[in-house]
């Protein structure tokens, strides 16, 4: 089984030839963990979340195919004991996956008090958050014998391909942007440069079920979601610390998930299936002003669906290009204008319990922050709320960044108090 290699895919692909477009979890099982049985379960969802085992193989000329192979390659590895968990996921989050070999996703794990500790990482370039959360459901599922839905033949979804009918129908209508008819630039030959880590600093935090329900009852009589809420309180902490020196308009990226406009039964798979918004804020307002001006602006983002064109443009822009690692490699470096990417999973769908064995912690996506970028990623799992702070040391504002990571440790511990 192949298809052909979607635009973003080959774009984190190749990047993360060169740093870590990874993120990871840290997970916590009240049970022994079994090699065998874990092998066995990954084995058996391959036919579910089949693109996390495929590779990348180069036809004709330049034009690039993910391929589904008859022999499957797992990385399960024991980790060792010696290390902190935060400094073992990190490990497990910089390594570099082959996108020629496969598979896209690693599993490590050790011996813990209260069971077993599991590390999942996973290459961005084959899963967003929502569907690795799905991935780690049914191998919890799977491994502790339940059952899980498996197709009657592996499928490898992409975006364009799982769109409901009347969405492609309406985006076909639409003018395509000046730069899809644009000349592409001529190849330069260039050579791969070496596959690069940073020194990550990670900080995590974590508040309990009532104050994740204070957080949510303060947010909703406000009118606003909890996402929003929480956005602008830390965005307004943000431009207490930036705020002298470059102004008091503050930006917030927003992954947001596109699954609404695809068809239901490929909700639950593993796929790139969301994308980014930014709002702008003047953070001399009001927190609550701040939340609004948040809430309203992804709304904005949205509307019309607009967040889904922008990518749905992009599902054929290297079928005229006679060398797309060569264009990507005279892409100019990107500096964030946002103060922090908001990765925020929400609730997930992982339960306190599969058979025999209790979830006990369960912490992620925390997802690399590389170009010099600041992610806060948060996810909700069984009344428990746990945040991640994470940035590359040697970024200019890396004591700033230091600073914020006090300021969501305040915010949050308010509602532990409350």
């Not at 090699?35 to 089949?50: D, F, V």
């Not at 669906?305 to 005279?330: G, W």
């Not at 209790?358 to 992610?375: L, W």
């Not at 746990?386 to 969501?408: P, V």
């Amino acid at each position: 089984m192949r298809r052909k290699t979607s635009t973003l895919e080959r774009f984190m692909f190749f990047f993360g030839r060169q740093y870590p477009l990874n993120f990871g979890f840290r997970l916590v099982i009240s049970s022994d963990f079994d090699q065998q049985r874990a092998h066995e379960a990954l084995t058996l969802l391959s036919k579910r979340h089949s693109l996390l085992y495929a590779h990348q193989e180069y036809t004709e000329g330049k034009q690039m195919e993910i391929v589904f192979p008859n022999e499957l390659k797992l990385q399960i590895n024991r980790a060792p004991q010696n290390l902190s968990w935060e400094d073992q996921l990190l490990e497990c989050m910089t390594r570099r996956f082959d996108p020629f070999v496969g598979p896209l996703f690693s599993l490590d794990w050790r011996d813990c008090e209260e069971g077993s500790e599991l590390f999942f990482v996973f290459q961005h370039g084959a899963a967003d958050g929502i569907g690795a959360v799905w991935f780690i459901h049914d191998f919890l599922s799977q491994y502790n014998g339940l059952q899980v839905s498996m197709p009657e033949n592996p499928i490898m979804p992409v975006l364009f391909d799982l769109l409901k009918d009347d969405v492609v129908a309406e985006l076909l209508k639409r003018p395509e942007p000046e730069w899809k008819s644009e000349e592409p630039p001529p190849a330069v030959p260039f050579d791969m440069p070496p596959y690069i880590a940073p020194d990550f600093e990670l900080r995590f935090f974590q508040i309990g079920r009532e104050a994740v329900d204070a957080l949510a009852v303060a947010a909703k009589q406000e009118g606003l979601t909890v996402n929003s809420f929480l956005g602008a309180k830390i965005l307004k902490a943000s431009s207490s610390i930036f705020a002298k020196q470059e102004g008091h308009i503050r930006t917030i990226q927003c992954p947001v998930d596109l699954r609404p406009y695809i068809k239901e039964e490929f909700h639950a798979l593993a796929g790139v299936h969301n994308g980014i918004v930014k709002v702008a804020c003047d953070c001399s307002e009001s927190t609550f002003d701040i939340a609004r001006t948040i809430q309203t602006g992804i709304a904005g983002n949205r509307a019309g669906m607009k967040d889904i064109e922008k990518y749905f443009r992009f599902r054929d822009s290297f079928d005229n290009v006679d060398d797309p690692e060569s264009l990507m490699m005279s892409f100019p470096t990107d500096t964030p204008d946002y103060d922090f990417s908001f990765s925020n999973l929400g609730r997930t769908i992982i339960l306190p319990k599969y058979g025999d064995s209790d979830v006990i912690s369960f912490y992620g996506p925390v997802f690399t922050a590389v170009n010099n970028e600041t992610v806060i990623g948060l996810n909700s799992t069984n009344g428990i709320l746990r945040m991640s702070l994470i940035f590359d040391k040697k970024i200019e504002k890396a004591d700033k960044y230091r600073s914020l990571g006090d300021s969501i440790d305040i915010i949050l511990n308010n509602y532990n108090c409350q």
